[in-house]
């Protein structure tokens, strides 16, 4: 796991709110890049799907880089994923993460009945 991943989970873990409703420890509902089918809804998956290094002029060596994380919050109802979309982005967006929200929009899965709401941060 990268830096940043620990960083968003740490965050996502020690936001009491947000874990009142995805559970803690073993029971935990976050999961790495996919939400299987058979998991019980609410749920989070967290995803970071872009690295952009910031490279040298002379040689081309990484210096630093710009990350971005999404994370779908998943849940049976379009009002329950907006609600906890909000308790991620109150977990994501606090300073020791340096993440910031970007976009937000919705989805919905007809196969499953799942309402998505996916944010992307950056930092």
Known sequence: MSTE?????DAILAHVPLTDVIGTGPLVRSYPDFLAL???LPGI???KPE???INTIHDGTPVGS????TITSLAKTRNDAEALADLVQDAV?????GFRVS???QDFFPDTETYATVS???N
């Open 51 to 53: 690295t952009q290094y």
């Open 66 to 69: 710009f990350i971005s994380v």
């Open 45 to 47: 998956v967290v995803e």
């Open 103 to 105: 976009t937000r929009e």
């Open 93 to 97: 967006t606090v300073p020791s993460t």
């Open 120 to 122: 992307t941060f950056l």
């Open 5 to 9: 991943d620990t960083l968003i989970y």
């Open 38 to 40: 058979e998991i019980p």
